[in-house]
Nanobody, 124 residues
């Protein structure tokens, strides 16, 4: 059974940084594209960043380009999201997701497995 467990969320002031981690219990982790999504109260769950199975391809939402970095360590079955220069509008629950395929995708419906989410709050 696939499990994704996020950690690293919290409260930070605007301009600060956080690093989210997602530990995945996926036997073929290196074959799974991974993504981070976020959902603010009353809003849709939106794509934030994605990475291919090999880690060779990444993609970001325009709102986080240049501030967030997604990476993965296939030896540790873990994907990370480094978030710098945080803004109050980054406040949301952040979810880790795993695709059944290795090709990078930004489409929420293409992700088959989801973590429980971790809260990120950025104060002004």
């Amino acid at each position: 059974q696939v499990q994704l467990v996020e950690s690293g969320g919290g409260l930070v002031q605007a301009g600060g940084s956080l690093r989210l981690s997602c530990a995945a219990s996926i036997r073929t982790f290196s074959y799974a594209a991974m993504g981070w999504f976020r959902q603010a109260p009353g809003k849709e769950r939106d794509f934030v960043a994605g990475i291919s199975g090999s880690g060779g391809s990444t993609n970001y939402a325009d709102s986080v380009k240049g501030r967030f970095t997604i990476s993965r360590d296939n030896a540790k079955n873990t994907v990370y999201l480094q978030m710098n220069s945080l803004k109050p509008e980054d406040t949301a629950i952040y979810y880790c997701a795993a695709s059944r395929g290795s090709v990078l995708t930004t489409i929420r419906q293409n992700y088959a497995y989801w973590g429980q989410g971790t809260q990120v709050t950025v104060s002004s």
